[in-house]
């Protein structure tokens, strides 16, 4: 069975950086672009970022891009979010995404890690 | 930036009522659409893409329509594990979504 889960989340202060990891299983993690989307406390979903099968294209939202990295070790079936400058409106529940082929919707989604910004 | 905007943000419904949903996106998006379904505390599940086609898996009371910029979900019949927030996705540029349509009793 495919799956996706989601860790390194956690309280971190405005400013500081986190590392969230996605460990993916079931399916040929190397063929697909994959996604980060994050959900605000009782709030919608926004994508954040998008890498390709091989690591060689990103995509950044504008509320991200300078601050997000997105990577992937596909040695390790593993996709990562570098995310530093933290600021308190990045608090959400983030998930990492699988595209399905070269869309940009997701077929397959993880359960979240959680990511808070308080000081 | 496209913006998609649902309507309504809730809606109150029994089990075994007809429910419609709409998505209305600020330019043409084709048929670039989405819709998902999110109970509480879950990560969303993949509904319909394309408009009208359905996942594998997902039962057939569901069904999306429209074109352009105007799009609907239908939920035929709904059952008790269809009360949850409902979002559409335009993904004709990049990936954005509505803001969401809670089902609630």
């Known amino acids: 069975e495919a799956q996706l889960l989601e860790s390194g989340g956690g309280l971190e202060q405005p400013g500081g950086s986190l590392r969230l990891s996605c460990a993916a299983s079931g399916f040929t993690f190397s063929t697909y672009d994959m996604s980060w989307v994050r959900q605000a406390p009782g709030q919608g979903l926004e994508w954040v970022s998008r890498i390709s099968a091989r690591g060689a294209n990103t995509y950044y939202a504008d509320s991200v891009r300078g601050r997000f990295t997105i990577s992937r070790d596909n040695s390790k079936n593993t996709l990562y979010l570098q995310m530093n400058s933290l600021r308190a409106d990045d608090t959400a529940v983030y998930y990492c995404?699988?595209?399905?082929?070269?869309?940009?919707?997701?077929?397959?989604w993880g359960r979240g890690t959680l990511v808070t910004v308080s000081s | 930036d496209i913006q998609m905007t649902q309507s309504p943000s809730t809606l109150s419904a029994s089990v075994g009522d007809r429910v419609t949903i709409t998505c209305r996106a600020s330019?043409?998006?084709?048929?670039?659409l989405a819709w998902y379904q999110q109970r509480p505390g879950k990560a969303p599940k993949l509904l319909i893409f394309?408009?009208?086609s359905l996942e594998p898996g997902v039962p057939s009371r569901f069904s999306g329509s429209g074109s352009g910029t105007d799009f609907t979900l239908t939920i035929s019949s709904l059952q008790p594990d269809d009360f949850a927030t409902y979002y559409c996705q335009q993904y004709n540029s990049y990936s954005t979504f509505g803001q969401g349509t809670k089902v609630e009793i």
């Open positions: 394309g408009v009208s």
């Open positions: 330019q043409s998006i084709s048929s670039w």
């Open positions: 995404a699988k595209h399905s082929g070269n869309y940009w919707y997701f077929d397959l």
